[in-house]
């Protein structure tokens, strides 16, 4: 409003060329100004009300991934069509960036993208103008050990973008300027712990999770003011004392979801180090692969609820995402998608078990335990040999780390991952468009397909089922519209249908992947905007089918919208 | 100094029991050096390894041996011990590679510590002694997306084995830089009643070294990248 009453008194008093350049520079400011909104905490919490907006990276505190727009919807959706695309880096694995896409997800904020890339840095672009650069920022990229992973996306305080980087610093980046106002160590890295979660914000502390899975670090939670940059508390993800144990693990790769209503916050974490050979059971890795529920304004840990033991051989990481799902006049319950084959569903107030589901094909555990939701083998045996000597499926590489949608329109959570085995067992699992189709092959692992289950949290039912032919490596969007979008591995992105997962639309890219799109406004117009390009799965590819023949090493941020 | 030496004790027989428990679980109670017990006989050490060899400190295998009890075909060092370089058996690593079976490949592949293959090696003295053993990392057929964590095996032996470690930056050498903003060069001591364990770290580029070369050629495996570690008897 001030700006607008300063252009007219402009106008009338200057020339009309000087009018003209005025009127430029007022909408230019007006523009600047739109994308200069302070993000505040009450934005944040209620960020489901601004849908033109991306404002977290899961879209809102409830890790929903899901959007209230609904102009594309499936009697619109034939009309949806690329834009334009914007070359994110780098091409130059090993040397300071890296050549595939990775699971990176940008914020959105009037009209304005804000998207960390393959070098790590971050990156505003202006969506009113095809994604053209605003400015971008490596400060807290530069001289950063390049065999390490840049964050996976960004969070918003204030006047600032949030951003991490792969030496354990947090830093907060002038949303206007792009330049560093601030920078702050997380961890140390010399002990191997770097970030790639993307941070939390809420109210006025940051919650960064982070470690080192492969260089030794424990995982950890850190709670930052926001303003002050003082360090509030710490949470270490593996067992409290820390030995013995695991020597590492417990890492955090994805963000949390923060409930409001009881002030926790509930993030999950990794497998133990060494994956595959704990040597310690569960004495040092009670909190590993766990959702683990801190209080946000003390650092306590309320609960935890451990999906797979220390004990593990097997190598599953639940390290993916969390979803609270919340419907008026029903219990608030958090959903996990796991990837030891069960989709869980936990009360939020105390993490007790409410349900486990089965959400992959193939041979399975016989049912899990009533009272610590664990796997079952139903051979009477001790849970450590029985883990030890388990079928192979689900597939250790189905969903270790993906984002699930909940969508409060149909009430249910969608988790889409890869469906399979292990080569040690090798069932044929017919899909749709190829009875007999083993799915694309990886090295290690077989029989791999795409899928996407959609399961009622409040009861634990499967609803609706549907396989791809190439596996899912990203996760799932919900929208308003109807739709749940998910992108299987050779490339296509698809629609389907919120209620049966039935496709309605889809559109090959040629390449990988590695996270679901988010949805935004702009100029009144929606858009889906999604990363491609090959992912960190690529190379464990041991055979490719002829439709996978292009997972090209790219890192492209591809814009759609409906045809005009 | 009760608690460090019980810790060190407890560590050392748990971590060996609860190690074996593993190898059992995962390889049919293949043998791994954690079995190798500081004082032990060179009689009394376990079968079941292959590729004997004299050592040399953590290098490439010297003359072969039949086995740990031809030690005194070794050279002693300063301290007049004989360095003994063997090998896990690898043979269920072949097959579970030719069968493509990524969980038995990696629960039992070849020589390695917390999934950092090494060059493994016990220390006897004259007498037959076992004296202490030494770890080191092996970059032998490692592509460079794994070899850059393999400074970080420190790091991992340090959680491991907890307890007041003495660490004292290494200076790098002439030319020499950081690979990245942070230098994790070190070495850590830990030393408490008859045992002393040393790790030394390294992750920099040495001179003339760089992932992007003057030509903007990327060099992605211009590194060094490495850890040391002894237990020895004090």
């Not at chain 1, 020597?247 to 009881?262: C, M, R």
């Not at chain 1, 610590?372 to 051979?379: I, L, V, W």
């Not at chain 2, 060069?185 to 364990?197: I, K, P, T």
Request: contains cysteine; negative net charge; glycine residues 14%.
């Amino acid at each position: 409003m001030i700006v607008r009453s300063r252009k007219t008194r402009s106008m009338v008093s200057l020339p009309a060329p000087v009018r003209c350049l005025g009127l430029a520079i007022v909408l230019c400011a007006a523009v600047a100004n739109a994308g200069a909104r302070e993000v505040t905490a009450d934005r944040l919490l209620h960020a489901r009300d601004e849908p033109q907006n991306w404002l977290m990276h899961l879209g809102s505190y409830d890790g929903a991934r899901y959007s209230g727009l609904d102009a594309i919807n499936a009697e619109t959706v034939s009309q949806l069509v690329e834009l334009y695309s914007v070359p994110l880096g780098g091409l130059l694995q090993g040397g300071g960036s890296f050549q595939d896409a990775l699971p990176i997800s940008p914020l959105v904020e009037d009209g304005f993208l804000y998207i960390v890339d393959g070098n790590g840095r971050v990156n505003k672009l202006d969506a009113h103008r095809r994604g053209a650069v605003v400015w971008r920022n490596d400060a807290g990229q530069r001289d950063l050990d390049s065999w390490l992973e840049p964050s996976r996306g960004l969070a918003f305080h204030g006047d600032y973008v949030i951003a991490t980087s792969a030496d354990g610093h947090l830093h907060w980046i002038d949303k206007e300027t792009g330049e560093t106002a601030r920078s702050v160590a997380i961890g140390d890295p010399t002990e191997g712990y770097t970030i790639v979660a993307p941070p939390l914000v809420a109210g006025d502390r940051i919650i960064v999770g982070g470690g080192g899975f492969d260089r030794g670090a424990a995982g950890r939670i850190d709670a930052i003011d926001a303003e002050t940059g003082d360090h509030l508390w710490r949470v270490d993800t593996l067992a409290e004392g820390g030995a013995p144990g695991p020597i590492g693990g417990g890492t955090i790769f994805q963000t949390g979801v923060y409930d409001p209503a009881t002030g926790l916050t509930v993030w999950g974490t990794g497998a133990p180090v060494p994956r595959f050979a704990p040597f310690a059971g569960d004495a040092g890795a009670s909190r590993s692969n766990s959702a683990i529920a801190i209080d946000v304004e003390t650092g306590a840990v309320r609960w935890h609820f451990q999906y797979v033991p220390g004990s593990d051989p097997n190598g599953f990481s639940e390290a993916g995402t969390h979803q609270l799902a919340a419907l008026d006049g029903a219990d608030p319950v958090l959903m996990h998608f796991g990837n030891n084959g069960y989709a869980y569903a936990l009360d939020m107030a105390d993490g007790s078990l409410r349900s486990a589901t089965g959400h992959v094909l193939g041979p399975l555990w016989p049912g899990v335990d009533p009272l610590d939701g664990r796997p079952e083998t139903g051979e009477g045996g001790g849970l450590d040999t029985a883990w030890a000597n388990r079928a192979d499926c689900p597939n250790i590489l189905g969903d270790p780390a993906y984002v699930a949608a909940f969508s409060p329109r149909t009430g249910l959570a969608y988790g889409a991952g890869a469906d399979g085995c292990l080569t040690e067992n090798l069932p044929v699992i017919k899909t749709y468009s190829a009875p007999g189709w083993l799915g694309a092959y990886y090295a290690g692992a077989a029989g791999n397909l795409g899928m996407l289950s959609a399961i009622d949290p409040q009861t634990g039912a499967l609803v609706a089922q549907r396989l791809f032919d190439f596996p899912v490596h990203g996760g799932a969007l919900a929208t308003a519209g109807g739709l749940v979008f998910a992108m299987t591995a050779e490339g296509t992105l698809h629609a389907l249908d919120e209620e049966t997962l039935e496709p309605v639309w889809s559109r090959k890219f040629g390449s990988l992947a590695p996270i679901p799109p988010v949805t935004f406004e702009v100029d009144g117009q929606q858009r889906i905007a999604i990363v491609v390009g090959g992912n960190a799965f690529t190379p464990d590819l041991s055979y490719r089918p002829p439709e996978m023949g292009i997972s090209e090493p790219i890192f492209v941020l591809v814009v759609l919208g409906l045809r005009s | 100094m009760t608690t460090r030496f019980a810790r060190i004790a407890a560590l050392s027989l748990g971590l060996f029991a609860a190690i074996g428990a593993e190898a059992a679980m995962a390889c049919a109670g293949r043998p791994t050096v954690w079995d190798i017990s500081l004082g032990a006989a060179v009689s009394d050490l376990p079968t079941g390894f292959g590729d004997y060899a004299c050592g040399s400190n953590g290098g490439p295998p010297g003359r072969p041996l039949q086995g740990f009890g031809d030690y005194l075909q070794c050279n002693p060092d300063q301290r007049g011990w004989h360095e003994v370089y063997f090998r896990y058996d690898d043979e269920e690593e072949f097959v579970a590679r030719a069968l493509e079976q990524q969980r038995r490949i990696a629960m039992c592949e070849g020589t390695q510590v917390f999934g950092i293959p090494v060059v493994a090696s016990v220390l006897l003295d004259e007498g037959g002694t076992v004296q202490g053993i030494r770890i080191v990392s092996d970059p032998r057929g490692t592509e460079p997306a794994q070899r850059d964590d393999h400074w970080a095996l420190g790091n991992m032996l340090r959680r491991h084995f907890p307890g007041d470690w003495e660490c004292s930056p290494l200076a790098l050498g002439p030319g020499s830089t950081p690979v990245g903003s942070f230098q994790p060069d070190q070495e850590c001591v830990l030393s408490a009643d008859g045992v002393e364990m040393t790790i030394r770290q390294h992750y920099h580029h040495r001179i003339g070294q760089a992932f992007v070369d003057d030509f903007d050629v990327v060099q992605p495996g211009l590194f060094v990248s490495d850890a040391y570690f002894e237990m020895i008897r004090k």
